[in-house]
């Protein structure tokens, strides 16, 4: 079956750039989303069609794709950006919806 | 946009569970709907999505033929009625809003806080 590989774990200092990949086979032929997952919380959607950015998320979240990989990159990283993020896409099977989610990455703000 | 999930329980292997999704704050009736599961430390799974008018319906393999999803758009209500139940359903059910972007891509614009399902004897 269809697989998106993300790293298990991402470190960044307060201030720095923090960036998390997304890889799968399907990529240049799927869109990509992200989502962002705080502690004990629900997902909330960062990131549609690889790297359009909902109304209410900050500048700081931009999402990027290139060939299998899609990027997210978060900016000045706070705190309270701390958490699991997701990234999540379709496969090429042509059936339909084809949802796959990447096994996640624990973004952690030293 | 406010999706409030109910009905979570201890149901033992082979029993029975509805959940549902209460939606407020927008037009329920325009949007698609899905139920996406998270079992506690894990990834996400997409469950189960339907149409705005309930007209298509889809599902994971892995519920395929046990799961039944459906919706009364005259009580802004979504509903997942599983039948059963097996110990790897036990996960967190999250209520998920459809963005509709467009008819061949899915995207999770709003999500409930979810209800815990946990089938054990």
């Known amino acids: 079956s269809y697989e998106l590989t993300q790293p298990p774990s991402v470190s960044v200092s307060p201030g720095q750039t923090a960036t998390i990949t997304c890889s799968g086979d399907a990529l240049p032929q799927q869109y990509a989303c992200w989502y962002q997952q705080k502690a004990g919380q629900a997902p909330v959607m960062l990131i549609y069609k690889d790297s359009e950015r909902p109304s209410g998320i900050p500048e700081r979240f931009s999402g990027s794709s290139s060939g299998t990989t899609v990027t997210l990159t978060i900016s000045g990283v706070q705190a309270e950006d701390e958490g699991d993020y997701y990234c999540?896409?379709?496969?090429?099977?042509?059936?339909?919806?084809?949802?796959?989610f990447g096994g996640g990455t624990k973004l952690t703000v030293l | 946009v406010q999706l409030v999930e109910s009905g979570g329980g201890v149901v033992q292997p082979g029993e029975s569970l509805r959940i549902s999704c209460a939606a407020s704050?927008?037009?329920?009736?325009?949007?698609?709907m899905h139920w996406v599961r998270q079992v506690p430390g894990k990834s996400l799974e997409w469950v189960s999505l339907?149409?705005?008018?309930?007209?298509?319906?889809y599902y994971a393999d892995s519920v395929k033929g046990r799961f039944t999803v459906s919706r009364d758009n005259s009580k802004n209500s979504l509903y997942l009625l599983m039948n059963t139940l097996r110990p790897d359903d036990s996960a967190l059910y999250y209520c998920?809003?459809?963005?509709?972007?467009?008819?061949?891509?899915?995207?999770?614009?709003?999500w409930g806080r979810g209800t815990l399902v946990t089938v054990s004897s």
């Open positions: 339907i149409s705005f008018n309930g007209g298509k319906k």
């Open positions: 998920v809003r459809d963005m509709d972007v467009d008819t061949t891509m899915v995207v999770f614009d709003y």
């Open positions: 704050g927008f037009t329920f009736d325009d949007y698609t």
């Open positions: 999540h896409s379709a496969d090429n099977s042509g059936s339909y919806p084809g949802v796959v």
